[in-house]
C-alpha cells in the first residue's frame, strides 16, 4: 500500500479536532471548538483557561498557563493576522499542553514546568511551524500523484474544505 507522507499541516489539523483526552467514556460526546481564526481566538481560549485553573489548578500549573497566555499576547503583537497563520501557534501551544501534561504523567510537576521555558520565539517547533507556513496552502507533491476510486474524492473533499 502507498500512502501520502505526512505534513505539518496534517499534525495541525488533528489537533483541532477537538479530542476530550481527560474522558475515555463512550458518554463523553463534547462538541468540537471552532478552530482558531485570529490569535484573538487564541488569547481567549487561553485567558479563560488561565481563569480555570484559579480556581481548579495549583499555582504552578496556574503559573504555567498564564505564561503560554502572555507569550501568545507578546506574539501577537507582530505577529501575521492572517486567519491560516493563527492556527500554527494554536498547534504550537497544544502541543506544549500536551508535552505538560505528559511530563506531569510521567516525571512529575518538576519536570512538567521545565516546558514553560519553551515559550519562545526561539523554539524548534515554533520555527519549523513558521518556515513550513509559506508553503501551507499550497497542494504537496505527494498528494498530486494519480489516484483512483474512493481516495480521490477524499483528497478533492479535503482540497474543497481548504479553500
Same mark, same amino acid.
Given at each position: 500500500m502507498h500512502f501520502r507522507r505526512a505534513v505539518i499541516k496534517d499534525e495541525v489539523a488533528t489537533t483541532e479536532s477537538g479530542v476530550n483526552m481527560w474522558d475515555f467514556s463512550s458518554k463523553n460526546s463534547l462538541p468540537t471548538p471552532p478552530q482558531a481564526s485570529s490569535l484573538s481566538d487564541l488569547i481567549g481560549a487561553l485567558s479563560s483557561f488561565h481563569k480555570f485553573a484559579k480556581y481548579f489548578y495549583n499555582k504552578d500549573t496556574k503559573r504555567f498557563i498564564g505564561a503560554a497566555r502572555d507569550f501568545v499576547i507578546a506574539y501577537a503583537d507582530s505577529a501575521?493576522?492572517?486567519?491560516?497563520?493563527?492556527?500554527?501557534?494554536?498547534?504550537?501551544?497544544?502541543? *506544549?499542553?500536551? *508535552?505538560?501534561?505528559?511530563?506531569?504523567?510521567?516525571?512529575?510537576?518538576?519536570?512538567?514546568?521545565?516546558?514553560? *521555558?519553551?515559550?519562545?520565539?526561539?523554539?524548534?517547533?515554533?520555527?519549523?511551524? *513558521?518556515?513550513?507556513?509559506?508553503?501551507?496552502?499550497?497542494?504537496?507533491?505527494?498528494?498530486?500523484?494519480?489516484r483512483g476510486g474512493a481516495a480521490d474524492s477524499i483528497v478533492r473533499s479535503n482540497r474543497q474544505q481548504e479553500s
Open positions: 501575521n493576522p492572517d486567519p491560516v497563520m493563527a492556527r500554527l501557534p494554536t498547534h504550537w501551544i497544544n502541543c *506544549k499542553l500536551g *508535552k505538560f501534561r505528559n511530563r506531569l504523567i510521567t516525571e512529575g510537576l518538576r519536570a512538567a514546568l521545565l516546558v514553560q *521555558k519553551e515559550f519562545s520565539r526561539t523554539d524548534e517547533q515554533l520555527i519549523a511551524l *513558521k518556515e513550513y507556513y509559506p508553503s501551507w496552502q499550497k497542494p504537496t507533491a505527494s498528494v498530486n500523484h494519480q
